[in-house]
């Protein structure tokens, strides 16, 4: 195995050959680990499946003067050792930058507190840093954020025109030093500038083919591709405007994973928007995922064993579990409802935590698919806090769990438009006639725009 860096952006195919699918692309800088070498193609995992790279733009992460690291856990823990059991050290947050000295069979060794800690390789976005240089501003008013991602907090603007000194590019993003802190802006938004004198060296080759073998080509996205290229308009109904919002924030990824299933993409869309308005993050909760914690759930897991603290804290309905839920942090305030509040929700989710981390990510349904934290196995991951961090990321990851959480008979019953025996399998069998009217009440409104949409396109083309 070893760790390699795109020297430009590059396609990850589904085999090893240009003819082949293309699962998405890999920004210039991103370093992975590769596990095996076929005829200058290499094998890497990407987003959760295996795909291949060309050699041709690539090399050794040797070559760079910095290796960094992208945290995209919510809290990932750092260790003393490279392993699960090392004694833990503290935490590095999501999208925090950390400076990487050595890559150790599935952990990176990173400098930390004055000193040096492991981190798990699965939770950490890997570059080489790429030379900085002098730039100018490329847009009107341009953000400068507290860390690589767009939700970051944003800690000063500069007006077009103003020149910047990057220090090193990190992926999509540029790293600064602005008033003694390091800051972050895109990279697409400056334009490097040079000196009247300065030369630029060109390559002239007399056969440049080879050396453009599997670059994407101008126009190819840096992403995995998830929205649609055909968008429904958000109006009509409130059904209506919720699918087609779904649609067209998730539609060729729900296609894509639709038609793996061999189900129809309606279905998918209907229960998305059922489940959470097909949103995996609130933006007025901090931008956080969509919980749904359940009191009965919390007894189950913890509240069992400690009955009169539980007591204290939590209540619902003996007999309709799903209803009555209600909490207080202390015995001596009033219980309060939380649920349909998102804030509320973390409120008391946060609570349980502090009580039992485990016990309490059981116990909630997590993001657009709102699947509970105890399914977290059947949907491919080693322990629920692995689920929590990769849908708190992002809803790639919640869309890629919501269809492998299907069960054989889950994808039957959707074949066959069977959505009431659909929800008893998926929201449980005590509101499964509420739950199924609503997906097919969804799937109708989905089907009639998605068909009205593709009939006026083909008769403005027509028209054209």
Excluded at 191 to 216: G, N, S, Y
Excluded at 233 to 248: D, H, K, L
């Amino acid at each position: 195995m070893s760790t390699v860096v795109c020297t430009e952006p590059l396609n990850v195919r589904t085999l090893p050959g240009i003819n082949s699918q293309i699962l998405g692309v890999l920004e210039q800088g991103r370093a992975l680990t590769t596990s095996g070498e076929n005829k200058d193609w290499y094998e890497v995992e990407f987003q959760g499946s295996v795909g291949y790279i060309y050699g041709g733009y690539l090399a050794p992460i040797e070559q760079f003067a910095e290796t960094l690291a992208v945290v995209s856990a919510s809290a990932l823990n750092v260790r003393a050792q490279p392993n699960a059991v090392g004694a833990r050290l503290g935490v590095v947050r999501r999208n925090s930058v950390v400076k990487v000295q050595a890559v150790l069979n599935g952990w990176l060794e990173i400098e930390f507190n004055q000193g040096i800690g492991y981190v798990s390789q699965r939770y950490a976005t890997l570059y080489g840093a790429l030379p900085g240089f002098t730039a100018s501003v490329d847009a009107n008013l341009l953000n400068l954020r507290a860390a690589p991602s767009l939700q970051s907090a944003i800690v000063g603007q500069v007006p077009s025109g103003t020149k910047l000194n990057i220090d090193c590019v990190i992926g999509a993003w540029c790293q600064l030093v602005v008033n003694g802190q390091k800051a972050y802006t895109p990279v697409r938004y400056v334009r490097e500038t040079r000196q009247p004198d300065e030369q630029v060296e060109t390559l002239e080759a007399e056969d440049d083919d080879q050396l453009t073998i599997d670059k994407p080509t101008p126009n190819e996205p840096l992403n995995l591709v998830v929205a649609p290229l055909n968008k429904l308009p958000e109006t009509g109904t409130s059904n209506q405007r919720n699918v087609a919002r779904t649609w067209n924030n998730f539609g060729a990824l729900l296609q894509r994973l639709s038609q793996e299933k061999q189900i129809d993409v309606a279905c998918a869309v209907a229960v998305l928007c059922v489940e959470s308005s097909g949103k995996g993050f609130e933006y007025d909760n901090q931008n956080r995922m969509i919980i749904r914690f359940e009191n009965h759930k919390f007894y189950r897991y913890w509240g069992k064993q400690h009955q009169a603290k539980f007591d204290q804290h939590f209540k619902y309905t003996k007999g309709k579990a799903w209803t009555g839920h209600q909490w207080r942090a202390n015995p001596d305030h009033q219980w309060q409802s939380f649920h349909g509040n998102q804030a509320k929700e973390w409120q008391t989710f946060l609570f349980a935590l502090s009580i039992d981390k485990e016990a309490a990510m059981l116990s909630i349904s997590m993001g657009a698919p709102q699947i509970m934290g105890f399914n977290y196995r059947q949907i491919g991951y080693d322990n629920v806090e692995q689920m929590f961090d990769a849908f708190s990321e992002d809803m790639e990851s919640q869309i890629r769990g919501f269809f492998n959480f299907f069960s054989s008979a889950m994808l039957k019953q959707l074949q066959q438009l069977d959505f009431v025996a659909f929800a008893k399998g998926y929201n449980g069998d005590g509101q499964k006639q509420k739950y199924g009217q609503w997906i097919r009440n969804h799937y109708d409104a989905f089907k009639r725009l998605h068909d009205q949409t593709l009939t006026t396109n083909a008769n403005n083309r027509r028209l054209a």
